[in-house]
């Protein structure tokens, strides 16, 4: 066991290194010039895709810079320049954009690919700590991510350089958002298996609680109420016409609250005593989302779901929505 002042000690050292990366990363934000700007045009002007490629921690940085914009609109997909150099170099149309991770500039894997995508006609972006660097001077344009200090003890391990990385990558991923029009329902259309694509491209009739539903008549008796919010196991019964329109819901704490209030009287109640006369519904062809929000507004919990002659088809609750 560390005694307390190891404890401070591994405490100083963690707060140093974060400290150290925020200032490289306000550096970072202060730095960014006219070619960023060009770097986002250019790739908004392709046809084709964006490729990305680096080896070592800045391959690791670069599949998930990859990753970042094929899922916000850029089509992209990470290249490992070894495995390019041995014949993948064939997945580069003559349409994409190459952008090339080397905190150095010199990194041979890289440098051995670059007189390809020159003779490709590809046009080239560099990310690297070294303007001067072979990388840079040969591409067409140049993101600078160079920072001052590693984090690292010993200054020699990539973390300063690899988080300026992460936040240039995701610099470039936003900035082609917000000119692209991405929205949040294309961002749930990329990913149908999220939450919050389940909610944007979900409807209410894909959820809903349709069968068995705990519909009574107006003058259900209080005995009967009871046992229908029981057996429902919604938390609520639904008064419903002859014509299944609604006509109003009880909840169990409608119950438990007349049965505060009314004491021995309760039993002689009925359910139109105590229900709400309109509540709140929505159709079945709602997203999933619309569903949450009017949940949230009137902060209730279910919605009776109905057509578009107000008859009852469904209950919906919001734990059906956050599954």
Known sequence: MMNEEQRENVLDVARKAIHTEALALKHLEHSLGDEFVDAVELILASKGKLIVTGMGKSGLVGRKVAATLASTGTPSFFLHPGEAFHGDLGMISKDDVILALSYSGETDEILKIVPFIHDNGNRLIAMTGNPESTLAKNADLHLDVAVKHE????????????????????????????????????????????????????????????????VVSADCSAKDMIHAVSRGGLGLIVICGEDDKVKGIVTDGDIRRAMESRQADFFKIRAADIATPR????????????????????????LLVVDDDDRLVGVIQIYDIKL
């Open 151 to 214: 984090a690292c003890i010993l200054h020699l391990a990539p973390t300063t350089s690899t988080t300026a990385q992460i936040a240039m990558g995701d610099a470039l991923a936003v900035a082609l958002m917000k000119e692209r029009g991405f929205t949040s329902v294309d961002f749930a259309r990329l990913h149908p298996g999220g939450s919050l694509g389940r909610r944007l491209l979900m409807t209410v009739g894909n959820v809903m609680r349709k069968n068995d539903l705990p």
């Open 279 to 302: 509540p709140r519904t929505i159709h079945p062809y709602e997203k999933l989302i619309a569903a949450e929000k009017l949940m949230t507004r009137h902060k209730v919990n279910s």
